[in-house]
């Protein structure tokens, strides 16, 4: 069932919302050489705990953190590791979320670690133009599927490729609603969008090959061709004339 959210929940969601993007922000300072992943990771609870919210993602479904960190060719869900250092060249893709009095913010965003190549630099840049060009289409009364279709059109044109295995979805009291949102598709299909929906636009997009695959510790997923991988997600509030960012300052 997809919900539309009141007044006060909105109001609670810009704040669980604005939490998720102070630890990003704090986690884009600490990004550099010779950080691990777990002093990333410590940063990140920290910020939430701070602000009287929970991780989101701490043991949810069992995962042993509060963000996600992936690196390189990891898509997501990559477990942060004191073991983990980040080396100068390196994207880095962080996915936070956090409750605040029973709401949830998820927002994800791949970061460059010193200097990356020029065809990472690509794909970051292409990957968030690929989310911005989805959200054109978040707006009541278009549907579901135009986001999708226009996440694909945008990530495909610049010569990446589009996972499927994972999807953006309804978010709110729970971390993972109703509707299932793909980043592929096409357009003028599924739902009808109304205000007040909240809703987690997440493309993950790869360099090469859109195949991907779980590692052994059940978590991390990797592109089965080694290729880099990018992740942007935000938390969005659909309105009459378009949509609002939730997840940001
Ligand atoms: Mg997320
Ligand atoms: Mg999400």
């Known amino acids: ?48 705990r701070e602000n009287d919210a929970i991780p989101s993602f701490l043991n949810y479904n069992g ?17 942060p590791s004191p073991h983990r250092i980040l080396a100068d060249g390196d994207i880095v893709s962080v996915d936070i979320g956090a409750i605040y009095k029973g709401y949830h913010g998820d927002s994800a965003w791949s970061y460059a670690c010193g ?18 060009a989805g959200l054109e289409y978040a707006k009541a009364n278009n549907r579901l599927s135009d986001i999708s279709h226009a996440i694909q059109v945008t990530a495909e044109g610049l010569g990446f490729s589009v996972v499927r295995e994972f999807v953006g979805h309804g978010v709110g009291k729970h971390l993972h609603e109703d509707p299932q949102i793909p980043n592929y598709g096409p357009p003028h299909r599924g739902l009808i969008l109304k205000s007040g929906m909240t809703l987690a636009i997440e493309p993950m997009i790869n360099l090469g090959n859109k195949e991907v695959k779980v590692l052994s510790d059940g978590w991390t997923t990797i592109t089965r061709d080694k290729s880099l991988s990018a992740h942007f997600e935000h938390t969005i509030l659909i309105k009459d004339d378009g949509y609002e960012i939730l997840t940001t300052l």
């Open 1 to 48: 069932m997809v919900t539309r959210k009141s007044k006060r929940e909105i109001e609670l969601m810009r704040e669980a919302g604005r939490i998720v993007a102070l630890a990003h922000y704090e986690v884009s300072k600490a990004i550099k050489p010779g950080v691990s992943t777990k002093e990333l990771d410590d940063l990140v609870e920290r910020v939430i």
């Open 63 to 79: 995962f042993p953190a509060s963000a996600c960190i992936s690196i390189n060719e990891e898509v997501v869900h990559g477990i």
């Open 115 to 132: 200097q990356v190549s020029e065809e990472a630099s690509k794909l970051l840049e292409g990957t968030k133009a690929s989310l911005f």
